[in-house]
């Protein structure tokens, strides 16, 4: 399954919303999607599986949602800390556990 | 707590073999449901799922590069070793091993606990 993520960056400024949008080239089973956010410098950290479900100790305003072949990650309001590099990730055919090409979220 | 930790060269010649380890503590690999991926992302650009070991020793690799990769287990020292042969210039990365907690016989196969990586630049 190819992973597409849109947009490759998207410019927005802290407190706005911004919406990540995965699309797979097929349906991803079980909707067995997750996403990860990764900083300079640092290992990704998962955000969200499941499609919908946050992972351990993750903010509220980080939700995600989708089904079927169309997936899509919300920041409700941009903290600082947000601007990073999102990549989704799909397990619902696996081996392989393939990534989508990312999309950085910058400050405008 | 878990933790894991890659160890490795951080320079390897062209056509030689790349052996990676990552130690990791706060589970077990003889649990079941639990496994551990190798993932390496080049410089700037997207993350490369490589390989994952499951609990019962069961093994998968990337397909296109099957041929060059051995990943296996020591469960009683609670490590993971990846080698790579051949390698190339186009292998330079930081990679990456990554916890998964399966729930088997749910297959989640999502990395929860990640190293903080390895860089690993191939150049004569």
């Known amino acids: 399954i190819l992973l597409t993520q849109s947009p490759g960056t998207l410019s927005l400024s802290p407190g706005q919303r911004a919406t990540l949008s995965c699309r797979a080239s097929?349906?991803?089973?079980?909707?067995?999607l997750a996403w990860y956010q990764q900083k300079p410098g640092q290992a990704p950290r998962l955000l969200i599986y499941g499609a919908s479900s946050r992972a351990t100790g993750i903010p509220d305003r980080f939700s995600g949602s989708g089904s079927g072949t169309d997936f899509t990650l919300t920041i409700s309001r941009l903290e600082p800390e947000d601007f990073a590099v999102y990549y989704c990730q799909q397990y619902g055919s696996s081996p392989p556990e393939t990534f989508g090409g990312g999309t950085k979220v910058e400050i405008k | 707590q878990v933790t894991l930790m890659e160890s490795g060269p951080a320079l390897v010649k062209p056509t030689q073999t790349l052996t990676l380890t990552c130690t990791f503590s706060?589970?077990?690999?003889?649990?079941?449901?639990?496994?551990v991926t190798w993932i390496r992302q080049p410089p700037g650009k997207a993350l490369e799922w490589l390989a994952r070991?499951?609990?019962?020793?069961?093994?998968h690799y990337n397909t296109s590069l099957t041929a060059r990769l051995t990943i296996s287990k020591d469960t009683s020292k609670n490590q993971v070793v990846l080698t790579m042969t051949n390698m190339d210039p186009v292998d330079t990365a930081t990679y990456y091993c990554?916890?998964?907690?399966?729930?088997?016989?749910?297959?989640?196969?999502?990395?929860?606990?990640w190293g903080q990586g390895t860089l690993v630049t191939v150049s004569s």
């Open positions: 706060g589970f077990s690999l003889s649990t079941t449901g639990m496994c």
């Open positions: 990554a916890r998964i907690s399966s729930g088997w016989p749910q297959r989640e196969y999502y990395f929860d606990y």
């Open positions: 070991i499951d609990w019962d020793d069961d093994k």
């Open positions: 097929q349906r991803v089973s079980s909707n067995y």
